[in-house]
C-alpha cells in the first residue's frame, strides 16, 4: 500500500522550495544550481507566457506558467 501522506509531503516540500528559490531570485538574489553549482538565471517566456529558471549547464529547468 502506498503511503499518500508521505508523498503529499515531498511534494509539498519540493513546491516550496522551487517557491523560495523563485522568489530570491525575482528580488535580485543569487542562487546555485543544487547540481553543478553554477548560478541560476530567469528569464520571461512571454510567447508562452512563463518564467524559466535554469542554470547554465541546463541539470535545472523550473518553469512556472503566468496567468
Known amino acids: 500500500m502506498i503511503d499518500f501522506s508521505q508523498l503529499n509531503k515531498k ?3 519540493n513546491f516550496n ?3 523560495a528559490v523563485l522568489k530570491k ?3 535580485g538574489g543569487t ?3 543544487d ?3 553554477k ?3 530567469v528569464a520571461l517566456n ?3 507566457g512563463e ?3 535554469s542554470c547554465g549547464s541546463g541539470c535545472t529547468r523550473l518553469t512556472l506558467e503566468i496567468d
Do not use: R
Request: proline share 4%; hydrophobic share 40%.
Open 39 to 41: 548560478p541560476l538565471s
Open 17 to 19: 522550495d522551487q517557491k
Open 31 to 33: 542562487v546555485n544550481c
Open 25 to 27: 531570485l525575482l528580488k
Open 35 to 37: 547540481t553543478c553549482n
Open 11 to 13: 511534494f509539498a516540500k
Open 51 to 53: 518564467f524559466i529558471v
Open 46 to 48: 512571454d510567447k508562452d
